[in-house]
């Protein structure tokens, strides 16, 4: 687990731009169950995470079409909510960073750790850009 002194900053990173932290199996449970789209960011202290994953979400933003809700887990921080998410995510296996959008509980996208790392962060939003747009 890490301090919450370090992950702070990057847990900001998404919430003021209107991620909401997802800190229990509950509030997984519930997120996941709402009506509408929904995008789930697997967020992490990784480099990857920082230069491309979080970034790329936040841009993505900037689309025409998004999804309905925003949320995200801490893989290594909120353990219980981030093994719970990922079980909505099956039969992709555990990754991070990783996003996943959810259509009336429904996983119709998934970007693993693989379609982020190494890639800039603009394609990373330009490929959930083209998910809003086919989903939201």
């Not at 981030?82 to 991070?96: E, G, I, L, N, V």
């Not at 509980?105 to 990373?124: D, F, K, N, Q, T």
Request: hydrophobic share 40%; proline share 7%; glycine share 6%.
């Amino acid at each position: 687990m890490y301090p919450p002194e370090l992950v702070k900053p990057m847990k900001e990173d998404l919430t003021s731009v209107g991620f909401t932290e997802l800190l229990t199996v509950e509030e997984v449970d519930n997120a996941i169950a709402q009506k509408g789209t929904t995008l789930v960011v697997v967020n992490s202290v990784c480099g990857c995470a920082a230069a491309n994953a979080r970034p790329g979400a936040k841009m993505s933003l900037q689309n025409a079409k998004r999804p309905d809700n925003l949320y995200t887990v801490f893989a290594g921080v909120d353990r219980e909510a981030t093994d719970k998410a990922r079980s909505y995510m099956f039969p992709f296996p555990p990754s991070s960073p990783s996003m996943a959008l959810f259509k009336d509980g429904e996983l119709v996208h998934m970007l693993e750790r693989h379609h982020i790392e190494g890639r800039p962060a603009e394609m990373i939003a330009e490929n959930l850009m083209d998910a809003y747009n086919d989903f939201c």
